[in-house]
């Protein structure tokens, strides 16, 4: 994969194209990012096949469809996703039916350009699966393209990615490299953020809060995610929720729950946060920059969380600690009050009896 980094470098992407031979390109945005995609694509020219400005949250398999029929149709060689998860989705559903090369121009902190991970949902239900012919060839990251997103969106995306390199810190297959990269994306971020939520505009922030979303989106493309990947898939799923707010909400509480059997990853967290009890300090990040911090914020019923806890144990997954019906109803108990991790219950939950604490 090539990578472009850098104020301006989106004046580059003529020069990626070239280097990937490609000539005929379709450029794929959202619907908000429509104008941007359309500035994309006059800078193009004749290398443009158009814009498809219909990128959509989990990818609906319509919307893939007829993005696939319209590049067959303009004889595209090649996308260039220019967006969030979202649209690097989109561009991920062409190249997994057509082999077409993907340049992506991301401009949120999701990480999806660093995976060979794709999503597609039909009939409500969200399949994912791993594919090389997915992955980016060439990826464009320019901070100009991210002072736009807004206050909101760019706290819950940064949490969202600081969540791939929680996960990748106590994943099986974690090696000392990823490690490596996974503390440095935290420590990016949490120091970029705050600086990002009182000045939007402020390019330097942005430039490091992108820098820590290329490590974190690296970190979740080499390595298998566990507890925390897995219930924000079965909430977006099932109950249709938001998924960076989702992430964001439920960062802290997962790796509460995981800490006792994580110690390493602990280590490295606590290291990249400055603080002994990283999953508090997250909890307390989130809280700083505005973003939600309950999941009855994100208007999930109560009632739906031993429904969403049985969903979440129906498949094996990687764990640090192993994962019961009863202890994944007690993260989400407390995930779902937003309530303050706590160093008593990370030690009582489940050793023993499981109960609900506070
Ligand atoms: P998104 O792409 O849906 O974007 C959210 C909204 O923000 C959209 O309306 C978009 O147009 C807007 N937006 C994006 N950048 C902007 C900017 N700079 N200025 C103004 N508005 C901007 O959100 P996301 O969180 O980036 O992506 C979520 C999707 O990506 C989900 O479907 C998720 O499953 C997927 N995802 C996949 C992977 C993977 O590895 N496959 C990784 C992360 C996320």
Redesign the pocket.
Known sequence: MRVVFGLGSVNRLVDELAALDLKRVLVL?????AD?GERLSATLGETSAGVVAE?????PVETADRACALALELGADGCVAV???????LG?AIALRHALPIVAV??????????????L?ENGE?R?GRDNR?LPRSVVYDPE??????AE?SA??GM?AIA?AVEALYAPDLTPVVALMAEEGVRALASALPRIIADGKDVGARADAQYGAWLC?AC??STTMSLHHKLC?VL?GTLGL???PTHTVLLPHVLSFNSPAAADAIGALSRALGTGFPARALHRLAGSLGAPRSLKELGMAEREIPRIAELAVTTAYANPRPVSREAVEFVLRAAWAGLLPSAEWHDLMFDSAPRIIG
């Open positions: 945005c959202s619907p908000e990012q941007l990128a959509r949250m989990h990818v967006g969030g998860g979202s649209a690097i989705g991920k991301p401009t949120t902190y999701a990480g999806s350009e660093m995976t060979a991970v794709w999503g949902t969200k994912t997915v393209l991210t002072v736009t997103l807004p969106l819950t995306s969202n791939h989106g979740l493309g898939h977006g938001p998924h960076a």
